[in-house]
């Protein structure tokens, strides 16, 4: 049976970025599950989405239209944030305004989504995950609450081919994809 499909939103733009990591190493663990992988995950490219304006919403700009249509073709999503300043980035709260507008058709209500988020800071990206549900759960996400993931990033944590090299790091996330893959499997049940 085919996987739940998974759009992984990563709020950094940076190519070196340490989120985007932390994302294709969950990718992994997920895909290499027991029977044959638990999710499906694909990064969204939101790097050619224009900052949301309101006058663009009648001319809806075709960037925008394909990263809402791959947020409503996905059984859920996953955000991966780095924290800004004590917040989320401006890109990532720049894709949930874009996927929530015209008023009335928004792709956000009822979504299955969970949190994870990396930096090398000791807070580990808590504030801005903080920052994140709140704003999520305004927009009727379905959210997982446990476990929660403020990943301290090290140099070498994660292989060049996405890999977790530190076994305790492997564990946590390995914890992580398997409520996530409960969660999903849980809110899209059809019978
Ligand atoms: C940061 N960084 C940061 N880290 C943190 O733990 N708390 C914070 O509030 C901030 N603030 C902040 C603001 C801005 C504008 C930048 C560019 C960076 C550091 C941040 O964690 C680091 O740059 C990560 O590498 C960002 O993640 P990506 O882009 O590598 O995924």
Do not use: C
């Amino acid at each position: 049976m085919a996987l739940p499909k998974v759009a992984v939103v990563n709020g950094s733009l940076r190519k070196d970025s340490i989120n985007k990591k932390l994302a294709l190493a969950i990718a992994k663990l997920a895909a290499n599950g027991p029977n044959g992988g638990r999710l499906d995950l694909k990064l969204v490219d939101m790097s050619d989405l224009p900052l949301f304006n309101q006058d663009l919403e009648a001319d809806y700009p075709a960037p925008a239209q394909r990263v809402k249509a791959e947020i409503a073709g996905a059984d859920a999503v996953l955000f991966v944030t780095p924290e800004h300043n004590r917040s989320i980035p401006a890109a990532l709260k720049n894709v949930i305004d874009w996927v929530s507008r015209p008023y009335g058709t928004s792709k956000w209500a009822g979504k299955p989504a969970a949190i994870v988020g990396t930096s090398g800071g000791q807070v580990g990206t808590a504030i801005a995950q903080d920052h994140l549900r709140s704003i999520l759960v305004a927009q009727g996400v379905a959210l997982l609450g446990r476990p929660e993931v403020y990943f301290l990033y090290k140099d070498g944590v994660f292989d060049a081919e996405h890999n977790v090299t530190d076994p305790a790091a492997k564990k946590i996330l390995d914890g992580f994809v398997e409520a996530f893959a409960g969660w999903v499997a849980k809110l899209t049940h059809t019978h």
